[in-house]
C-alpha cells in the first residue's frame, strides 16, 4: 500500500513516514518546504508544492493510483506567530485544508488521517483530559485545529471519506535510527531550552512557578515522536475496523510531567546539571494538561513504548547531529 503524506518533510511527517517504509508501507510526501526540509525527502517519492495546488495532487494520484490514504501533517505551527498573524494562519492552516480536501475527494480518496492537537483543550482540576473535554482553543494556531476537525467532520457526515483526527499531545525525540528529528535550531519549548542552556552553559529559565500543578511549573504529555508515527502505521492498519465518519484520538503517554520534572529528568540523561533560574509566567501560556488513553489503545491497540528518558536520550542525540544532517 501507498500513503500520501502532506508535511511529509516535517519533524512528525518525516518520521511517520520512516515508520511506514519500516513497517513496509510506501510513502508519497507532498511537502512545500515552507519549514520542512528537502533532506528528510531523499530517497523517498517526494513532490515539492503546496497542499492547495490541485493540478499537482491530481499529477501524485495519476501517478500512484494505489495510495490508499492520505496524512495531513501540513500546517504552520507556531502560536505567537499565528496571534500576529491570523489572517495568514487561517488560510494556511483551514483554507489550504479545505481546498486539500477536495482534492483528494476528486481523486477519489476515502481515508483521512489528520494531525490534530491537544492545544485546544481545557483541562479540568486534575489536568488530565481525554476525547469528550470541552474544546476551548486559546490561539489561533489551535482554533485553526479545531475548525479543521469540525470541517472534516462535516464533509465526511455527506462524502465518501473518513477521517480520523489524531490529537497529538507533546512530541520529543526523534527517529531512534537517527533520520529525522527536530529541523529548527532554536525550539522554544521546554526541553529545547534546556538543550540550547546544555550547550551553551547557561541558565535555563522556568518560565512560571505559580501555577496550580504539583510543584508550581507547568505541566505537558511529553510523547516520543516515534511512538507517535508507531500510532499512524497502527492507524493505517486498522483504519477500516474505525467506526463513524469521524473519530478523534488522543496521542499522549497518560502521565503529565512538570518542568521541575523534565529538569530533573534531562539533568540525570545529560550527565551534567543545567543550571536553573525562575521568572514569571510568558502571556498565553497555561498549566498544561495530559491525556488518558484508553481510546488509542482501545481503537488503535496502541500504547507508548518509550519513556521520558529515552525521549530526552534521542533529542540530545539527534541536536548533537542535526548540523551534520541539515546544514545550514
Ligand atoms: N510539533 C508539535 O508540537 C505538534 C503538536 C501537535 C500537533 N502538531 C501537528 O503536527 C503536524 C506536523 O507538525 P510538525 O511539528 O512536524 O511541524 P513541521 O513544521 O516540522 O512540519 C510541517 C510540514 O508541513 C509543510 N507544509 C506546511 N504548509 C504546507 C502547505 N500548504 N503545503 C505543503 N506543505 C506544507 C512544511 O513544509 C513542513 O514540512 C502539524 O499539522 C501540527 O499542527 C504538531
Redesign the pocket.
Known amino acids: 500500500m501507498k500513503v500520501l503524506i ?2 511529509g ?5 518525516s518520521t511517520v513516514a520512516s515508520a511506514c517504509l519500516d513497517a513496509g508501507i510506501s510513502p508519497v510526501i ?7 526540509r528537502r533532506e528528510f525527502t531523499a530517497g523517498r517519492a517526494f513532490y515539492e508544492g ?3 495546488d490541485g493540478a499537482l495532487v491530481d499529477r501524485i494520484f495519476a501517478r500512484h493510483p494505489d495510495i490508499g490514504a492520505v496524512i495531513h ?5 507556531v502560536v505567537p506567530d499565528s496571534v500576529a498573524d491570523p489572517i495568514g494562519y487561517y488560510r ?1 492552516n483551514v483554507t ?1 485544508s479545505l481546498e486539500f480536501v477536495a482534492h483528494l475527494l476528486r481523486n477519489g480518496c476515502s481515508r483521512l488521517i489528520f ?3 491537544a ?1 485546544f483543550y481545557r483541562a479540568g482540576a486534575d489536568l488530565s483530559v481525554d476525547e469528550d473535554s470541552v474544546i476551548d482553543p486559546q490561539s489561533p494556531y489551535a482554533r485553526t ?1 479545531a475548525v479543521c476537525e469540525a470541517m472534516f467532520a462535516d464533509i465526511a457526515a455527506s462524502k465518501p471519506v473518513r477521517v480520523l483526527s489524531l490529537r ?1 499531545f ?2 520529543i525525540g526523534a527517529d531512534p535510527k537517527m533520520r529525522t528529528g527536530l ?1 529548527v535550531r532554536q525550539p522554544t519549548h521546554a526541553l529545547g531550552q534546556m538543550i540550547l542552556a546544555h550547550q551553551a552553559g547557561v541558565p535555563f529559565v522556568i518560565t512560571g512557578t505559580d501555577w496550580p500543578t504539583r510543584d508550581g511549573t507547568g505541566l505537558r504529555d511529553y510523547v516520543h515522536v516515534w511512538d507517535l508515527a508507531a500510532a499512524h502505521v497502527a492507524a493505517l492498519t486498522r483504519f477500516d475496523t474505525l467506526s463513524g465518519q469521524a473519530t478523534a484520538v488522543n496521542l499522549g503517554t497518560g502521565t503529565g510531567t512538570t518542568v521541575r520534572e523534565l529538569l530533573a529528568a534531562f539533568n540525570r540523561v545529560a550527565g551534567r546539571p543545567v543550571e536553573v533560574r525562575e521568572a514569571g509566567r510568558r502571556p498565553g501560556d497555561a498549566a498544561g494538561a495530559y491525556s488518558r488513553i484508553d481510546r488509542a489503545e482501545r481503537l488503535l491497540g496502541w500504547r507508548p513504548q518509550y519513556d521520558l528518558a529515552e525521549g530526552i536520550g534521542h533529542s540530545l542525540q539527534w541536536a548533537a547531529l542535526r548540523d551534520e544532517i541539515l546544514p545550514g
Open positions: 502532506a508535511g518533510a516535517g519533524y512528525i511527517g507532498l511537502d512545500s518546504l515552507v519549514t520542512g503546496d497542499i492547495a501533517c501540513a500546517a504552520l505551527i494556511a489550504k494531525s490534530s492537537s492545544a485545529k497529538y507533546n512530541p529541523q
